[in-house]
Nanobody
Framework: QVQLVESGGGLVQPGGSLKLSCAASGFTFSSYAMKWYRQAPGKERESVAV????????HYANSVKGRFTISRDNTKKTVTLQMNSLKPEDTAVYYCNVAMSAWPRDVYWGQGTQVTVSS
């Protein structure tokens, strides 16, 4: 059974930092790219960052480039999102994601973790 469990969200002031973690289980973690998405109130879910199986060639949404860093530990089966210089517009529920194929039934999501950036 595939499980993705996010942690690390919370309330932070503008300019602050947070580190999100996603613990994966139930599949061969090292075989799949991993993604972080976010969804702000009243907005569609958007891709934030993606990392390849070996941790190379991460890609970021333009809105977070230079501020967020995605990384993974294939031994610990975790993927993290280090978020620096946070802005109020980063406020959202952040989700960990893995797509094992193009079929919707093979796409898995965590439960999400709330990030609120406010003074």
């Amino acid at each position: 059974q595939v499980q993705l469990v996010e942690s690390g969200g919370g309330l932070v002031q503008p300019g602050g930092s947070l580190k999100l973690s996603c613990a994966a289980s139930g599949f061969t973690f090292s075989s799949y790219a991993m993604k972080w998405y976010r969804q702000a109130p009243g907005k569609e879910r958007e891709s934030v960052a993606v990392i390849s199986t070996d941790g190379g060639s991460p890609h970021y949404a333009n809105s977070v480039k230079g501020r967020f860093t995605i990384s993974r530990d294939n031994t610990k089966k975790t993927v993290t999102l280090q978020m620096n210089s946070l802005k109020p517009e980063d406020t959202a529920v952040y989700y960990c994601n893995v797509a094992m194929s193009a079929w919707p039934r093979d796409v898995y999501w965590g439960q999400g973790t709330q990030v609120t950036v406010s003074s």
